[in-house]
């Protein structure tokens, strides 16, 4: 069975950097895209970006080039930084499975920007 | 970026209902559309893709429609458990976007 585990700080102070891991179980991460998303509180979601395992990355312009993923082949994981947070950075982020139609999600996991 | 519209942005119905929510898409995203239900405190759960396919294991109740640029989710028979929010999604161009949501709550 296919499970996406989220990890990471979960407050980040204004101008630093937030990092965050998905660990996947049950799959490889060589065999799919890999998307994360985030939800701000009692709003909606955004997709932040995705990521092949070869390289290809996509992000979304709402984040001005803030957003970096990668993945670890060799940790089974792949990884989200957003530098420069301020509190609209405040969310959920979820990490899921594929590109298109996301079909596995993580439990997400919030983190707050603040001093 | 692909606006998507949804609506009603919220409603109340009661067990045994027929229920419909609309979304609209900005431009042509042919039949490449999903539908999410999500619960408070969880991760939205995949139920349709591709417009109208459904997904492994959701019930039958769930349907979808659509393409081009409107699209239409049904549960056929709302059940206690649907109480949730639903969230449509394009992805035929990138940024993948959502729709602002659906509530729905028990009349």
């Known amino acids: 069975q296919v499970q996406l585990q989220e990890a990471g700080p979960g407050l980040v102070k204004p101008s630093e950097t937030l990092s965050l891991t998905c660990n996947v179980s049950g799959d490889s991460i060589s065999s799919y895209y890999w998307s994360w998303i985030r939800q701000p509180p009692g709003k909606g979601l955004e997709w932040i970006g995705y990521i092949h395992y070869s390289g290809t990355t996509n992000y979304n312009p709402s984040l001005k080039s803030r957003a970096t993923i990668s993945v670890d082949t060799s940790k089974n994981q792949a990884s989200l930084k957003v530098t420069s947070v301020t509190a609209a950075d405040t969310a959920v982020y979820y990490c899921?499975?594929?590109?298109?139609?996301?079909?596995?999600w993580g439990q997400g996991t919030l983190v707050i920007v603040s001093s | 970026d692909i606006q998507m519209t949804q609506s009603p942005s919220s409603l109340s119905a009661s067990v045994g209902d027929r229920l419909t929510i609309t979304c609209q898409a900005s431009q042509d995203i042919d039949n490449c559309l999903n539908w999410y239900q999500q619960k408070p405190g969880k991760a939205p759960k995949l139920l349709i893709y591709?417009?109208?396919n459904l997904e492994t294991g959701v019930p039958s109740r769930f349907s979808g429609s659509g393409s081009g640029t409107d699209f239409t989710f049904t549960i056929s028979s709302l059940q206690p458990e649907d109480f949730a929010t639903y969230y449509c999604q394009q992805y035929d161009y990138v940024p993948r976007t959502f729709g602002g949501g659906t509530k729905v709550e028990i009349k």
């Open positions: 899921a499975r594929n590109g298109d139609r996301f079909d596995y």
């Open positions: 591709d417009a109208s």
